[in-house]
């Protein structure tokens, strides 16, 4: 709204330019003494031939600033001092009207798949795992806020050669006691151990193959097994998922696609785009300047991209999708590329619609994580070493809490996925639990804190908020301007798929605050009490907002 009134305003004294250019020029300074809003003149200078501070000089003094505090021209920029009583009165009103949809606004309708977190079956869910779950997640959250309906699709890693390699792991070392007892733990160890033998025993990897053949023909024993291995998995899985929150709309994973596949294969050969090469079957992608999709390998298996290419067409007649997501690796970027441009060929003009949504890695002292290294971090221990971290600062903190396991869990486990989620998705990173759940620093312990704090002051008066009340306290100013920005932040989050601009957007209104609690007070008993309660209990709302976008908790007190 604000913004308009500076658009429309020079709007009217510069008919060379568009509202639209006008509005994709304008920009925010760093700090608030230089105003709110600076038109830039340079892209005037051509136009009028004349240097840009004599242009800012000319235009300041032709603008109607009665919308304003001021008008000024400084260097090249026009610089516009919004009405800060106006502003706070619309703020404040408009948080307080909305609430929890504060925020919430319309950036397109229609079905997104995401395809997210995919571990697979008979592994445990380490922290590599950790990423493309709570990404996945906020992405789904953040394309709900703006409009769209999000499909969370877990698909598991539920078929392939691993499968082989497990079973002949099993049968040379494994026994149904040990599985029984703890199946993910030894059906682990086997898998370690069948790769480190397999180094020296190249054979291994053939039998393995052949096992694996063997499932995808339907051989009693190994179907048994198979079964066996997901459903024992799933378990495990689910107990994680529920920790962290997230639940998913369908476990489809790649073995729901051995029957979808021939299909794709037939009409690859129909449409002529299918080639053999040294045996195998693969689609040409020179056009796109790319590697050739491997479609069959010689011995007639299937691989990931056979599955893909069927996974993508059944969601897309299933869900009918206006996007797909894949939050998956960095590394997967080619397959993905390879993938959407086979689907082209094919005719699939909807392959535009599919995004890869990569991401950079987690590394521990450095290293990457590998669960055929046996270098793994399993994310159930990590989540449960970090509630017991939030516990015990909490006990110091607030000895007498209520619900003190409770807000120990939404913590803890917070304080993991906002870690993850304040770093840009390409960014890796290295994972320090002890730094991750601080309450000091740039972390979601801090952001939690702040809210409880909002809370905990608005519980000291009796007085009611008022956002109807005119607040002129200018310390508020910086507050009152990213608490605005609020809907923008969650617009430029769903537009490039980047849950980081709200965890940067929640650290920066942390800190805005805490800086304006120790320098005001906030309860002084006087006409603006009830306007600056309304500022603490936007502050709450929108923190509260924010950090439910990310898929981590508020509470109220800790």
């Given at each position: 709204m604000f913004k308009d009134q500076v658009v429309q305003a020079l709007a009217a004294v510069l008919p060379e330019l568009s509202a639209d250019q006008i509005s994709d020029l304008l920009e925010t300074p760093k700090t608030s003494d230089l105003g709110d809003y600076a038109f830039p003149t340079f892209a005037l200078a051509k136009i009028k031939r004349m240097a840009p501070n004599k242009i800012a000089a000319e235009l300041a003094p032709t603008i109607d600033a009665t919308p304003f505090e001021a008008v000024k021209a400084v260097g090249g920029y026009v610089n516009f001092f919004l009405d800060k009583m106006s502003f706070a009165h619309a703020t404040l009103m408009a948080i307080d009207e909305a609430g929890d949809n504060f925020g919430s606004q319309t950036l397109g309708v229609g079905n997104v798949t995401i395809d997210m977190s995919s571990p697979n079956i008979a592994k445990p869910m380490s922290m590599g795992h950790l990423r493309s779950t709570v990404i996945g997640n906020a992405l789904a959250n953040i394309l709900t806020k703006t409009g769209y309906t999000p499909i969370k699709i877990n698909h598991l890693g539920d078929w392939g050669t691993q499968f082989g390699k497990l079973i002949v792991a099993y049968k040379l070392w494994g026994s149904e006691e040990?599985?029984?007892?703890?199946?993910?733990?030894?059906?682990?160890?086997?898998?370690?151990?069948?790769?480190?033998?397999?180094?020296?025993?190249?054979?291994?990897?053939?039998?393995?193959?052949?096992?694996?053949?063997?499932?995808?023909?339907?051989?009693?024993?190994?179907?048994?097994?198979?079964?066996?291995?997901?459903?024992?998995?799933?378990?495990?899985?689910?107990?994680?998922?529920?920790?962290?929150?997230?639940?998913?709309?369908?476990?489809?994973?790649?073995?729901?696609?051995?029957?979808?596949?021939?299909?794709?294969?037939?009409?690859?050969?129909?449409?002529?785009?299918?080639?053999?090469?040294?045996?195998?079957?693969?689609?040409?992608?020179?056009?796109?300047?790319?590697?050739?999709?491997?479609?069959?390998?010689?011995?007639?298996?299937?691989?990931?991209?056979?599955?893909?290419?069927?996974?993508?067409?059944?969601?897309?007649?299933?869900?009918?999708?206006?996007?797909?997501?894949?939050?998956?690796?960095?590394?997967?970027?080619?397959?993905?590329?390879?993938?959407?441009?086979?689907?082209?060929?094919?005719?699939?003009?909807?392959?535009?619609?599919?995004?890869?949504?990569?991401?950079?890695?987690?590394?521990?002292?450095?290293?990457?994580?590998?669960?055929?290294?046996?270098?793994?971090?399993?994310?159930?221990?990590?989540?449960?070493?970090?509630?017991?971290?939030?516990k015990k600062q909490i006990a110091e903190k607030h000895p007498d809490l209520e619900n003190a396991d409770q807000v120990a869990h939404d913590v803890g486990v917070?304080?993991?996925?906002?870690?993850?989620?304040?770093?840009?998705?390409?960014?890796?990173?290295?994972?320090?639990?002890?730094?991750?759940?601080?309450?000091?620093?740039?972390?979601?312990?801090?952001?939690?804190?702040?809210?409880?704090?909002?809370?905990?002051?608005?519980?000291?008066?009796?007085?009611?908020?008022?956002?109807?009340?005119?607040?002129?306290?200018?310390?508020?100013?910086?507050?009152?301007?990213?608490?605005?920005?609020?809907?923008?932040?969650?617009?430029?989050?769903?537009?490039?798929?980047?849950?980081?601009?709200?965890?940067?957007?929640?650290?920066?209104?942390?800190?805005?605050?805490?800086?304006?609690?120790?320098?005001?007070?906030?309860l002084v008993d006087d006409a603006e009490l009830p306007a600056r309660l309304a500022l603490v209990s936007s502050i709450s709302q929108v923190l509260t907002n924010a950090l439910a976008l990310l898929g981590v908790n508020a509470p109220a007190e800790m």
């Open positions: 040990e599985v029984k007892a703890d199946p993910i733990k030894h059906l682990l160890e086997y898998y370690v151990r069948f790769h480190e033998e397999a180094e020296t025993k190249p054979e291994m990897d053939d039998e393995a193959r052949a096992w694996f053949k063997k499932l995808e023909d339907g051989d009693p024993e190994a179907t048994k097994l198979w079964a066996w291995f997901r459903e024992e998995s799933l378990k495990e899985f689910n107990r994680i998922y529920a920790k962290l929150g997230i639940d998913f709309d369908s476990y489809n994973g790649e073995a729901f696609y051995n029957d979808k596949m021939d299909p794709v294969v037939q009409t690859l050969v129909d449409k002529h785009l299918l080639q053999t090469s040294q045996g195998a079957e693969i689609v040409d992608l020179e056009k796109y300047n790319l590697n050739p999709a491997l479609i069959k390998k010689s011995d007639g298996a299937t691989l990931y991209m056979t599955r893909d290419l069927a996974a993508a067409i059944y969601r897309k007649e299933t869900y009918d999708f206006v996007q797909s997501l894949y939050v998956v690796g960095n590394e997967q970027r080619e397959h993905f590329e390879q993938m959407k441009a086979v689907l082209k060929e094919m005719g699939y003009d909807w392959a535009d619609e599919i995004h890869h949504i990569p991401f950079g890695l987690i590394t521990k002292d450095g290293k990457k994580l590998s669960t055929r290294k046996g270098n793994i971090v399993l994310l159930e221990q990590v989540l449960n070493d970090a509630i017991d971290l939030a917070g304080a993991v996925i906002f870690h993850d989620l304040k770093n840009e998705r390409l960014d890796s990173f290295d994972f320090n639990l002890e730094e991750v759940v601080r309450f000091e620093g740039e972390t979601g312990p801090y952001v939690q804190y702040t809210n409880a704090r909002a809370n905990s002051i608005l519980k000291k008066t009796d007085v009611s908020p008022a956002a109807e009340v005119a607040l002129s306290d200018t310390s508020a100013w910086d507050i009152l301007k990213l608490l605005a920005d609020y809907p923008n932040v969650v617009a430029r989050a769903a537009k490039a798929y980047e849950p980081s601009v709200i965890a940067k957007y929640a650290l920066r209104l942390a800190k805005a605050f805490n800086k304006y609690y120790a320098n005001t007070k906030i």
